[in-house]
């Protein structure tokens, strides 16, 4: 089967200071990045031995992955398993790029977050254009407050036309329709991060073809719902494998609410999911329409 694993292991350290995140500049000690190591080469270790399915990756870290070089060792090493469709990390690209040189392009991802006011701009755009110099499939995207306007107004104007731009809706911001279209007119797939998705006794793909593992193997349906389904390195995690509907009121995380089978997200992103890279181009892409039953 195809099985998609959201890894997530005790990295929470970041070079950033965003207001915004709770791990801003926060440091893990020598012992918590040994810990982090082991657990990040324990998985991929599993994923190259295991035969039963075709995997898909993407990693999670609270913190930033790719300032160490053992995610980005992964990421190479896993790019290169025939059995791996794709592999993609969250990254706020503040790493060099050439180490990409040495994954397989057609399997390696990144989904960037540009954060204004943490790293130069030009020096953000730069990277970017190195990613696509060296034919690494990328997405780059902001929060959208309103300080972050003019930033990536201006990044937009600077990416390629193919390069998706997308915009996470902030934590605890309500947005007027009118600046609501602002950041649509940025973002076309803006009004599903707008507002949290019902989903209650929904349908979801978490739990049956999309797993959360974290650095201890306990396997979750999603980050976002605690209860243990199994675990990853004795297999007991497989017999746990079925359809079930999401337990929670809502769902407003985009690593979430992907997977919700009554929206049409696995469409518009197919091929791209797990870097939230779009099948259409962004200037062509169609506004797909966010189901009424959607928001909350």
């Known amino acids: 089967m195809d099985l998609t694993i959201l890894y997530r292991g005790p990295l929470a350290s970041c070079d950033y200071d965003c207001p915004y995140c709770p791990f801003a500049k926060r440091r893990d000690s020598t012992e918590q990045l040994r810990t982090d190591r082991a657990a990040l080469e324990r998985f991929t270790a599993w994923a190259g031995e295991q035969r039963e399915d075709r995997l898909s990756v993407l990693f999670t870290p609270w913190g930033e992955g790719l ?22 990390i969250q990254t706020n690209l503040s790493c ?16 960037c977050t540009y954060h204004p006011g943490q790293t130069p701009h030009e020096r953000f755009v730069a990277k970017t254009r190195r990613l696509g110099e060296l034919g690494v499939r990328f997405s780059v995207g902001v929060v959208g407050l ?18 998706y731009l997308w915009v996470n809706a902030a934590e605890g911001h309500t947005y007027t329709d009118e600046e609501a279209a602002e950041w649509t007119a940025l973002d076309p797939l803006f009004p599903f991060s707008r507002h949290p998705h019902r989903s209650a006794g929904l349908p979801c793909r978490t739990g049956e073809s999309v797993i959360s593992v974290d650095g201890d193997g306990a396997v ?28 929670l009121t809502a769902c407003d995380c985009h690593i979430g609410y992907v997977h919700l089978e009554t929206l049409p997200l696995y469409d518009v992103f197919a091929g791209g999911v797990l870097e939230r890279v779009p099948r259409e181009l962004p200037g062509r892409m169609p506004l797909p329409v966010v189901p009424a039953t959607g928001s909350a």
């Open 146 to 163: 309103p300080e972050h306007r003019e930033p990536a107004l201006r990044l937009r104007a600077e990416l390629p036309e193919h390069v």
């Open 67 to 88: 300032v160490r070089s053992w995610y980005r060792r992964a990421l190479v090493e896993l790019s290169h398993l025939p059995h791996v469709r794709r592999v993609a």
């Open 220 to 247: 979750r349906r999603c980050h976002f719902v605690r209860t243990e389904i199994g675990r990853l390195y004795d297999g007991s995690y497989r017999a746990a494998l079925a359809p079930r509907p999401c337990p």
């Open 96 to 111: 060099r790029t050439d180490w990409l040189r040495e994954a397989d392009r057609d399997t390696v991802a990144l989904w």
